[in-house]
């Protein structure tokens, strides 16, 4: 009888692990669509929100538009959806997508969807977001999230005292600046060591820059972990990368370094927006594009 006992019970033990995972696998899983194919689906969203950013800029140029108003100011919102974008595309790199990240987007993409219902714009502008809609519901579709894009969405005033971002975004878009800092510090070093240039002059200066943007960047995160109001910050460390981005600009380094650089300004460029500063090289731009336009 104990014999008996003996072999049930080790079956039982045996039994159990595949018990488990037939449990496991019966649970609802992340969606495991194609990387590749998501990947294709987001690059296109990516195109199509760059090309409506563009026309949108260009009509609210020509065509005065009210945005004194809360729900017109599209300053306010634009920034969070282009981050939440920027979001999925690094969750999508390390594979960890799933459809809340699909969400997030979605919900940024609310606000400027209402914006475009309520105001007269130009063809160029409507047709141009609804290319992006139609690349937001394939990738939603892939994930199998559902929305609605009449539904009202309301405006959240977070701590920061800005309902451009939510204070959670805005501490992952400091983490990535700083993350980014110290990645652009590291393929700067590599681009010296690879190029002939003046190290008593040239690499001493941007050093010097570096240092002060590591510092600027320091103090931003201890002035908002303190929930204490950072725009000056902000704008102290736009002016510390400005230098940076002139000498990237002037200077032929290795594609890793400029790429690194990009990514960084990038982030820079959604932090000012979200405390409705503008970056000096953002107006340098806008004056080359008019010179080469006349």
Known sequence: MNITKSIVSVFI???FPIIIGLEVQAQPQPN??????????LKRLELSSSRFRNSLNVALVQRSVDQTQPQNDISTFQPGFDLAIKQFRDQLTRRLAVASDV??????????NSFIDRNTLNPRVKNDWASVRTDLNTLASAYGVSWQWNEPTSMKVDSNRSFRLSESELTQLIQQIENGGDKFRVSLTDAFDRRPYDRTRIEGNMNDALRG???????LRIRFDARQLVSDDVQRLLDQAQPIDNFI????????AQNDWSTLRTNLNLLANAYNLSPS?????????RIQRD
Do not use: C, H, Y
């Not at 600009?249 to 890793?256: G, K, Y």
């Open 213 to 219: 943007f590591k510092k600027a960047t320091d103090q």
């Open 281 to 289: 090289w953002v107006n340098d731009s806008i004056f080359t594009n």
């Open 103 to 112: 969400e997030a987007i979605l919900q940024k993409a609310s606000p400027i």
């Open 13 to 15: 033990l045996l039994l």
């Open 249 to 256: 600009r002037d200077n032929p380094l290795t594609e890793r």
């Open 32 to 41: 495991r669509n194609n990387t590749r194919q998501v990947g294709n689906m």
